[in-house]
Every structure is written in C-alpha cells, then in structure tokens.
C-alpha cells in the first residue's frame, strides 16, 4: 500500500474546465497532502475529456521517453486518416531503412507491401519500430520529414518541452519529452476512436505477404491485467529507463497516468496503477450545464411581442471535482437589466456563476432561450396604449 508524501510531488486539482476548447495548456490550483508515494522521477494524473490534472510530479522535467515517443507518430497516422489523406487499406511497401531498424519488431520483409491497417496494429500492439519507420516514410515521405511533422503538432498543442528526430523513439540527440507532454499527446489520441480498436487488444499476429506469421502481444500488461484499461505506450531504453502512458475509462470517466523514467519495468505498472486507483477512488467528473439548459430566470424586454425573455446556459461544462462536493455546487446569475427587442436566441444576456464551497470557480454565458419579435403594429399600438396608462 502506498503512503506519505515524496518530495516533490505537488498534487493538482483543476476545479473546472470547459469541455470544448480546452488545449494542452492545463492549469490547476494545489492540493496537499496526498496519500502517494512515487519513484518514477516524473508523473501526471488527467482526466481525459476536461483536460484536468489530478497530480503532477516534476511533470515539465525534459526527458527520453523512448517508445512512448510513438504516440505522437500513432497520433499524426489516426489525424491523416480522419482527414482522409491515407486509408486503412492503403498499401505501403517497406524500405530496407524500415526493416532495418534495431530494438521492437514486426519483423517486416524488406520491399515486402503491407496495408496500413497492419502497420498501425503492430505499432500500436507490440510497439514495433520497423512499423512506425514504415509508416512515417509512407506519411510524409522520409522519416526526417515526419520527425518534423511531429514537431510541428507538438507546437500546435502547445509543448514546449518536446522536441523529436525520429518516430520511434530510439535514442538520438536532443529528442526529449515531459509527462505533461506525453499527458496532452496522450490525451489527442484517446480521441480517436479507432485506436483503441488496437490498442485494447492483448495478443494478436500479424499475417505477411509471404504467409509467415508474427505474434503481437501488448506491451502494456495493464490493459489486461487493470480493470478497464484499453491502452496507450510502454518505453524503454537505457538512457529513458522505464516509461509508460496508461489510460482506463469507468464510471464516464477516462482518466490517463504517465510515468517517465522509473527504476525498473514492473515499478512503472505498479505506479500507473495507483494513480489511476487514486483518481477514480477520489474524484468524479460532473456535468454541471449542457448548453440550453434553462437556468430559471427572465430578462425583461423593452418595446417587444412578450414581456420576458427566458435565460439559458450559452455553453456546456463539466467539472472534475473530488467526491463529496457535489453537494457544495451552487449556482449565481448577474444578468442585464432589461434588453429592447428583437431579441434572437443565443443573444448575451449576462454571465451564470458556478460556485463550490462558496467560490467561484467558472463563469458560462447566459444567453437568451428563444427569439422575441417585435410587436406587429396594432399590437405595438395596444402595448404603447398599455404603457402610457
């Protein structure tokens, strides 16, 4: 059982977070005094759909992450088949460059032609370098050109401890990443449906053009041996150590742990595990407002058809919160005086207020509910009339 506070390890509570438009930029206020001990150097708690961080653990440190390196190739192969740039079923023939390359294998036949399917599955699965080369090479062309594609979604989601050579993450010079980094790449791919198609999946084989066979079994044991994890990525070197990204969904709720750098192999299992145990055991993600939800009061309307016009929530919003504080959720409005019509629905009307324990913590728009016209002219004349007496 895990106890007691390493130094340093700060603990994050992100109160609030709005469930679109969220970036790679998490902020979040201290908790303190968490019930965890970690030997990984580096490490961070999220949750996936708000972008809050639970904890972090020197999560800005730049280091290797070997393999984990891949899911940024993984992620930059998933984009391109969203955007329709490449298909499943494209055929990809395998360089002698691809083939070639050292550490984890598909054990590729050189100048032998795979679909894309097959390459990603084995990438994915069994985290093979002569997969990703393979694909990085058929993506952009060459695999220095890729490594810049990387970098360049690297900055789009603001990282601005990552830096890439290659797609495998073999050793190079100045090719480093964060947890907190590896947490919003992390993040990007479990948006992706089709992922966990592979990344869920435990043992599987790989069927070459020339009928022989190769077995895949996941790297990452937790996807079997945790409740409900279906994926992300094992690394390791030498000089990284040992790392993972490891994500589980329960209860509506997906959370991802990084791990960078722990002394040895099963650690890293052991850590991510008791993050995710701790995230789900003491935090719940909450949907506060959907956009449209009425919020109960009117706004009068000068010079209109109707008197009022009903307020809503312009935008919707989830919180990850700890448990037990659903009950100290409350809610305020600050709202115009009075509009002059016409009014269209969706217009500004003030600002709802989210409170917890008493703070606020997040402010949505109000907004109007529904359209008020104006009046037509006898009906103008007769609310004129009205007006005067």
């Not at 968490?34 to 759909?49: I, K, N, W, Y």
């Not at 984890?104 to 679909?115: E, G, K």
Request: glycine share 8%; proline share 4%.
């Amino acid at each position: 059982m895990l106890h007691g506070m390493r130094w340093g390890l700060c603990w994050l509570l992100v109160c609030v977070t709005l469930v679109i438009g969220c970036s790679g930029a998490f902020a979040a206020p201290l908790e303190e005094n968490a019930p965890l001990t970690l030997s990984s150097p580096s490490a961070v708690l999220l949750e996936a759909e708000t972008g809050a961080v639970i904890l972090e653990k020197n999560a800005h440190d730049r280091r290797p992450a070997a393999s984990v390196t891949k899911l940024m190739t993984v992620l930059l192969i998933l984009e391109k088949l969203d955007r329709g740039e490449i298909t499943l079923e494209d055929r990809v023939t395998v360089s002698p460059n691809a083939a070639g390359q050292p550490g984890s294998q598909a054990f590729l036949d050189t100048h032998a032609v795979y679909p894309v399917k097959d390459l990603l599955k084995a990438v994915i699965i069994s985290s093979a370098n002569d997969g990703a080369v393979a694909l990085a090479e058929y993506a952009a062309g060459s695999e220095s050109a890729f490594a810049e594609a990387m970098n360049q979604r690297a900055g789009e989601l603001g990282l601005r401890d990552t830096h890439y050579v290659n797609c495998t993450g073999l050793p190079a010079e100045n090719q480093y990443t964060s947890a907190w980094d590896v947490g919003v790449i992390s993040r990007e791919v479990t948006r992706h449906p089709a992922y966990f198609t592979y990344s869920s999946v435990w043992l599987d084989s790989l069927t070459h053009p020339s009928g022989r066979v190769t077995d895949l079994t996941n790297t990452n044991r937790l996807v079997r041996f945790y409740q409900d994890c279906d994926g992300l990525k094992t690394g390791s070197t030498n000089e990284a150590k040992y790392c993972l990204s490891a994500t589980a969904s329960r209860k509506g709720m997906r959370l991802i742990a990084v791990v960078l750098g722990t002394p040895e192999s099963q650690t890293r299992f052991n850590e991510a595990r008791a993050l995710l145990d701790y995230g789900f055991s003491a935090y719940t993600l909450v949907s506060v407002a959907q956009a449209g939800d009425l919020t109960g009061s009117q706004v009068p309307v000068r010079l209109g058809a109707r008197d009022t016009v009903d307020v809503a929530v312009g935008k919707g919003l989830k919180l990850l919160i700890k448990n037990g504080q659903q009950n100290q959720l409350r809610y305020e409005t600050q709202l115009d005086d009075s509009v002059t019509a016409p009014v269209h629905a969706g217009d500004p009307l003030g600002t709802v207020y989210v409170l917890l324990a008493g703070e606020r913590i997040a402010s949505l728009p109000a907004v109007a509910a529904q359209d008020v016209r104006l009046p037509g002219l006898l009906e103008g004349l007769f609310r004129l009339g009205e007006n005067w007496r």
